[in-house]
Structures are given as structure tokens and as C-alpha cells.
């Protein structure tokens, strides 16, 4: 069916099948030479960006000398001015 359009000549030469055996050989080498060439880029610079990145990271507060007691939780909050308790959403149905 589909596969009838796509014949592909065959040359009963064998010079000629032997230059288009060498030919597809080296294209796969050549394809596989920039795979493992770009597979090598990846690595590398994977390898670079999460040193960068681990030395760009704020260290913690710990490694820092300021120990916190424990069962102390350090955070931000902001003071609401007084008045009607507000009634909350409820959650999940």
C-alpha cells in the first residue's frame, strides 16, 4: 500500500552498493560523534549552572552563627487594625 510509492532502487553494481554501505556508515558514525558531542555540552554545562547556582545560595541562618532555640519559629507578620471579626469561607465541600 503506503510502502508500494516508496521503492527504493537497489544497483546490482557492487562498487556501487559498497560506496552507498560506506556512505551510510559513516553517517551514522557522524550522527552518533554529534550525539555523544552534544550529550558532553549538556553534562558540562549542567555540571556549571548547579555550581553556580550552589554558590550564589544565601547560606542559612545556622551556618551563619545566630542559633535559633528550639521550637522557635522565626517569620513576618503584619498587625490588622481592630475591628468585626470577619466570617471565613468554608473550606472543601
Known sequence: ???????LVKSR????RLAAALIAVVLVIG???VGVFALA???VGG?????VRALRAPRPAAAAGTATPSGVIE???TVVAD???RK????GA
Open 13 to 16: 553494481h557492487p562498487l556501487a
Open 1 to 7: 500500500m503506503f510502502h508500494a510509492g516508496l521503492r
Open 88 to 91: 471565613r469561607a468554608p473550606t
Open 31 to 33: 550522527l552518533v560523534a
Open 75 to 77: 517569620g513576618e507578620f
Open 47 to 51: 555540571a556549571l549552572f548547579a555550581l
Open 41 to 43: 555540552v549538556l553534562v
Open 83 to 85: 475591628g468585626p471579626a
